[in-house]
């Protein structure tokens, strides 16, 4: 059953800030024995930061499955993904628990050296604007309208829009593999990825888990320079619920 926006309800609708947003992804697996924390330390950031700050995402990763625990959220595109970024950074490899800031590895996450970056990242000037507006919210999907645009033409040469849905207060109990006997839970985990779209404006439904809570869901978008792999502006925003956010 659709829940319908009224005139009278606040609108459900963000713009970037002027600034730039930190866009934060955790490559992770429920098949990693070293992943919890890092899953804990992202789970955090929603306390320390605004999302006028960091914008944080979890991707889930397939290829620690054959360990013996098929990580439900694992998908082969978020690997890929991963491979891809690597391969524009020139690493020789892939890892986890990976932490990629602004499109870029940033191995010492769990400092305070991640303060100091992401101070001097929200110091510089947005090199691109989005919106996102949820239009409808239903038990398995997101109806949305994303506007992305980037104002320089060297930056606008290259760039593309991606738009994730994600989920927070997921629980997974391991019966298996490395963190067999464990009880993970999950923020940020992404569910729904599309991209690259042109620049622009476009509308879209991302899907949700079958017995998503909308209040603990919620969209993200950003603009990726898919040369060199910089994020040059990120956005989130909170599903709607009937009578607010």
Not at 13 to 27: D, G, H, I, K, M
Not at 83 to 106: E, K, M, W
Not at 154 to 160: F, G, P, Q, Y
Not at 217 to 245: H, Y
């Amino acid at each position: 059953m659709w829940l319908f926006m009224t005139q009278a309800q606040a609108a459900c609708v963000a713009r970037s800030a002027p600034n730039t947003v930190a866009l934060v992804e955790l490559y992770t697996s429920e098949g990693c024995s070293s992943c919890p924390p890092a899953d804990r330390w992202l789970a955090g950031i929603g306390e320390r930061y605004s999302p006028r700050q960091v914008v944080p995402l979890a991707l889930h990763v397939d290829y620690w499955d054959y360990i013996g625990w098929k990580d439900p959220y694992a998908r082969r595109e978020f690997s890929q993904r991963q491979r891809r970024l690597s391969q524009l950074q020139r690493l020789a490899l892939v890892y986890t628990p990976q932490v990629l800031l602004q499109g870029a590895d940033f191995r010492q996450w769990g400092g305070v050296e991640f303060d100091r970056r992401v101070a001097r990242i929200n110091a510089q000037p947005a090199r691109a604007s989005l919106e996102l507006e949820i239009l409808e919210v239903r038990a398995d999907a997101l109806a949305l309208r994303a506007s992305a645009a980037v104002p320089g033409p060297v930056d606008r040469a290259d760039a593309a829009l991606y738009i994730a849905a994600y989920e927070n207060r997921l629980e997974s109990r391991i019966t298996a593999g490395e963190n067999r006997g464990r009880v993970l839970n999950h923020d940020y985990v992404v569910l729904e990825w599309r991209g690259p779209y042109a620049l622009g404006a476009l509308e879209l439904e991302l899907a949700l888990l079958p017995k998503a809570k909308s209040a603990d869901s919620g969209v993200v978008a950003f603009v990726q320079n898919r040369r060199t792999g910089e994020v040059l502006q990120a956005l989130s925003l909170a599903a709607c619920t009937p009578g607010g956010f």
